[in-house]
C-alpha cells in the first residue's frame, strides 16, 4: 500500500540518498582500513593481535564485496582503492618507525567502534529492508570483534581504563 512497496520485495524499492551515502562511504573508508591494516600486520609481533587483524581485513573485504554488488546494480561508480600493501618482515622495521603492538590494538579497537556507530546511524536512516538488516549483520560482526579485542587488550595489558570513578564510603 506504501509509495515504496513493489510486490513485497525491498529488492526491487529505490534507494534513496542516505543509502547510497552510506554504502559509498563505508567502501571507501574500508579501503583505506584494509590498506591500513596490512601494513599494521607488518609491525604486530603478537600472533593474538595479527590473528585479529587477518579477521578484521577479512571483514572489511567481505563488507565491500556486498557493498559495492549494491553500488553497481545502481549503477553507482566505485570508490577508488589503494593498492594491497606487501607483506614485510618485523625484523626490517627500525624500532624508532615501529608501531607498538598495543597501539595497533587501541587503533583497531577505536575503529571498531565508530564502525559500531557508522553501522547503527546506516541501520537508522534505512528505508529499505534488505540495507538495514545487511547493517545489522556488520553491526553484529563488529561487535563479536570488539569483543575479542576487550579480552585481548585485558589479558596482555594493554587496555588503559579512562578515569574510574569510586564512591568513598565516609
Known amino acids: ?24 562511504t563505508h567502501v571507501l573508508g574500508n ?5 591500513a591494516y596490512q601494513t599494521l600486520y607488518n609491525h604486530t609481533g603478537d600472533q593474538d ?12 573485504e567481505e563488507e565491500n564485496q556486498v557493498l559495492k554488488d549494491i553500488l553497481k546494480i545502481n549503477g553507482v561508480a566505485l570508490p577508488p582503492a589503494p ?11 627500525p624500532a624508532g ?11 583497531l579497537s577505536a575503529d571498531v567502534a565508530a564502525g559500531l556507530v557508522a553501522c547503527s546511524t546506516a ?3 534505512s528505508t529499505r529492508e534488505d540495507i538495514g538488516f ?7 560482526a563488529k561487535a563479536q570483534l570488539g569483543a ?17 570513578h569510586v564512591t568513598h564510603q565516609a
Do not use: T
Open 148 to 164: 575479542k579485542l576487550l579480552r585481548l587488550n585485558k589479558a596482555k595489558g594493554w587496555l588503559i581504563p579512562p578515569p574510574l
Open 123 to 125: 541501520m537508522g536512516m
Open 49 to 60: 593481535l595479527a590473528k585479529l587483524l587477518e579477521e578484521a581485513i577479512m571483514g572489511a
Open 97 to 107: 618507525a615501529k608501531f607498538m603492538d598495543q597501539e595497533i590494538s587501541a587503533k
Open 31 to 35: 579501503n583505506g582500513l584494509i590498506a
Open 134 to 140: 545487511m547493517y545489522g549483520q556488520f553491526h553484529m
Open 83 to 93: 593498492p594491497e600493501r606487501p607483506v614485510a618482515r618485523i625484523e626490517d622495521i
Open 1 to 24: 500500500m506504501g509509495i515504496l512497496r513493489s510486490n513485497n520485495n525491498p529488492k526491487e524499492e529505490p534507494l534513496h540518498y542516505g543509502e547510497i551515502f552510506s554504502i559509498w
